[in-house]
């Protein structure tokens, strides 16, 4: 074990008791169907099966787990499967948040980049294309509703706004890094519900499998 | 397999297709059910005509367009739940996790990329060169017309984009991630390299953006109709509808593992510019994908393009030949060698 303390990220670790009396290959035998899926290898000894996945199918009972190890201990009450499986996709959705965060701070970076100097001439840039997004509103005003829309009640376009009040233009807004802050929550709520939904999937799975006539 | 004849073509050699409108599976369950799953489609296109053309000023914004794009999803996921196309098709954590992904892509990387050197620049570029007069006839239209006229321009713009994507080996590369999704589900739209989202996103609707309401209500209008393209839903589709606008049928098709039938079915939006111009396959497939289903990870689609462009260049160096067949790149679909030198497909 590498990374004891964090590798509980994208690892997935459990136990099953076993039926009294039931062997390791009557076990393995009941759970075999689920690495014979497209991608998948494994490797069978005595009490242990590991296993690798790539290019898992999407409807991989187990495609959000890329390999493992599946053995079968003695206990003082009876046999027991013990798992540890890793997934890459635990992984990858613990880490977007931050991947986001950085998208984010990108967002500011390249707005920054391209925002209006400060200067005289920058200044007088800015109030040049002011002046020509007024007129060309200010032309827009003008033009006619059409007939059958008025005829319809379609509401009139919106009158031009006063020069230095057409920060309101959304159609023209920013990026900005709000949304890159909404995905890094998503994320982080997918991890917590993945991390818990997955562990809980895997063993309802196994514990089908193994209780299957 | 023996495949269906679809004029000189044959559809369904290598993979499963439904071919023909009658053999695709109908809504099982009650009337209530039914009357749903075949006026859901129509309904929603009415209602958000109607709010584009009556909402007020201070209501028809770009970013209430984003808040009502991100609610009718929500509604379309719920969808797919509760009335699933394949349950072949189910969305798991997994898919739901890497679709949400490229979507969140869309949203920041791609959107950014768009604003300061894509559609938004170039559009603003040209109205600046050839000014607003050039083009003021266009606002004295219906605005239901400007609407429609927005959408089939932009529509038609990408479905030549879309159609040389499937023709050229340089743009079918970026594109070729998009083709290795297995399954369909409501966002899996996004799901592609970047550089492929951003090429097909260029076009030249935003040329007449600058009537907000009518841009607006065409941008409503796209939403009612093309969200549905990669949905897992079963609909009734009324007749008009799936000879107007493109379907999770036609789409499916698209997508199918048959190399013959993924080159139909471009458009994003009208399927009667594919009936225009003669590649349009009304059926469905529910096996999807390249190279026999093989499931892309999120690294590979990233890299692919590039991956397989290097291999491509290095092989052209290195030999008299004209670029890989179309299909996949290397590794592409074993019918690649079908493939003819200039012909459709996305």
């Known amino acids: 074990m590498i990374l004891p303390f964090i590798d509980w990220i994208w690892q997935v670790r459990g136990s099953l008791a076993l039926a009294p009396g039931q062997s390791s290959d009557d076990a393995f035998d009941r759970l075999d169907p689920l690495f014979h899926q497209p991608g998948t290898s494994r490797d069978r000894s005595d009490d242990t099966l590991t296993f690798q996945k790539k290019n898992q199918a999407a409807q991989d009972k187990m495609s959000v787990f890329d390999s493992g190890v599946l053995r079968i201990e003695k206990d003082a009450a009876g046999p027991i499967l013990r798992y540890h499986l890793t997934s890459r996709a635990l992984l990858f959705c613990f880490l977007a948040p931050l991947l986001f965060l950085v998208l984010a701070q990108i967002t500011i970076a390249v707005n920054d980049f391209y925002a209006p100097g400060t200067s005289a001439a920058d200044k007088l840039a800015a109030a040049k294309a002011e002046a020509k997004q007024k007129e060309a509103d200010e032309k827009l005003a003008k033009i006619p509703m059409n007939p059958i829309d008025i005829a319809l009640g379609a509401p009139a376009p919106k009158k031009p706004q006063a020069a230095g009040k057409n920060d309101e233009n959304e159609d023209k807004k920013k990026p900005t890094p709000t949304t890159a802050y909404v995905f890094a929550g998503i994320f982080a709520v997918l991890y917590i519900v993945g991390r818990i939904l997955e562990d809980r999937l895997i063993r309802s799975l196994f514990q089908r499998r193994l209780l299957s006539s | 397999m023996d495949g269906i004849r679809v004029g000189d073509r044959v559809i369904g050699t290598q993979a499963p297709v439904i071919v023909g409108w009658d053999n695709i599976p109908k809504v099982e369950g009650g009337p209530v059910k039914r009357f749903i799953f075949t006026w859901f489609q129509p309904a929603m296109l009415v209602a958000f005509v109607l709010f584009w053309y009556y909402a007020p000023n201070s209501i028809a914004k770009a970013s209430t367009g984003i808040g009502i794009g991100i609610g009718f999803r929500a509604v379309l996921l719920a969808l797919e739940w509760v009335n699933p196309r394949y349950e072949s098709w189910q969305l798991t954590w997994k898919e739901l996790v890497t679709d949400l992904f490229f979507v969140g892509l869309g949203y920041t990387l791609i959107n950014l990329a768009s604003y300061y050197l894509g559609s938004d620049a170039m559009v603003e570029a040209s109205l600046n060169h050839i000014g607003l007069d050039h083009l003021g006839w266009f606002t004295t239209l219906p605005l239901l017309v400007q609407a429609v006229l927005i959408l089939f321009i932009f529509d038609f713009g990408q479905y030549w984009m879309h159609r040389a994507m499937h023709n050229w080996y340089p743009l079918w590369l970026p594109h070729a991630a998009h083709h290795y999704i297995t399954q369909f589900n409501i966002n899996k739209g996004a799901v592609g390299n970047p550089v492929e989202l951003f090429l097909i996103g260029l076009g030249i609707g935003g040329l007449f953006d600058f009537l907000p309401r009518?841009?607006?209500?065409?941008?409503?209008?796209?939403?009612?109709?093309?969200?549905?393209?990669?949905?897992?839903?079963?609909?009734?589709?009324?007749?008009?509808?799936?000879?107007?606008?493109?379907?999770?049928?036609?789409?499916?098709?698209?997508?199918?593992?048959?190399?013959?039938?993924?080159?139909?079915?471009?458009?994003?939006?009208?399927?009667?510019?594919?009936?225009?111009?003669?590649?349009?396959?009304?059926?469905?497939?529910?096996?999807?994908?390249?190279?026999?289903?093989?499931?892309?990870?999120?690294?590979?689609?990233?890299?692919?393009?590039?991956?397989?462009?290097?291999?491509?260049?290095?092989?052209?160096?290195?030999?008299?030949?004209?670029?890989?067949?179309?299909?996949?790149?290397?590794?592409?679909?074993?019918?690649?060698?079908?493939?003819?030198?200039?012909?459709a497909q996305r």
């Open chain 2, 214 to 343: 009518a841009f607006l209500l065409s941008g409503g209008i796209g939403i009612a109709i093309s969200s549905y393209d990669h949905i897992n839903v079963r609909f009734n589709s009324p007749r008009w509808w799936r000879f107007l606008f493109n379907t999770t049928e036609h789409h499916s098709v698209h997508h199918s593992q048959d190399y013959e039938a993924t080159r139909s079915n471009f458009a994003g939006t009208f399927i009667f510019i594919d009936r225009m111009f003669g590649t349009c396959i009304d059926g469905e497939a529910e096996v999807l994908g390249m190279e026999g289903g093989r499931r892309m990870s999120i690294r590979e689609q990233m890299t692919y393009p590039f991956a397989e462009g290097w291999k491509a260049i290095k092989g052209r160096l290195g030999s008299s030949g004209g670029w890989p067949s179309l299909g996949g790149g290397s590794q592409g679909m074993e019918h690649a060698s079908h493939a003819e030198p200039i012909s």
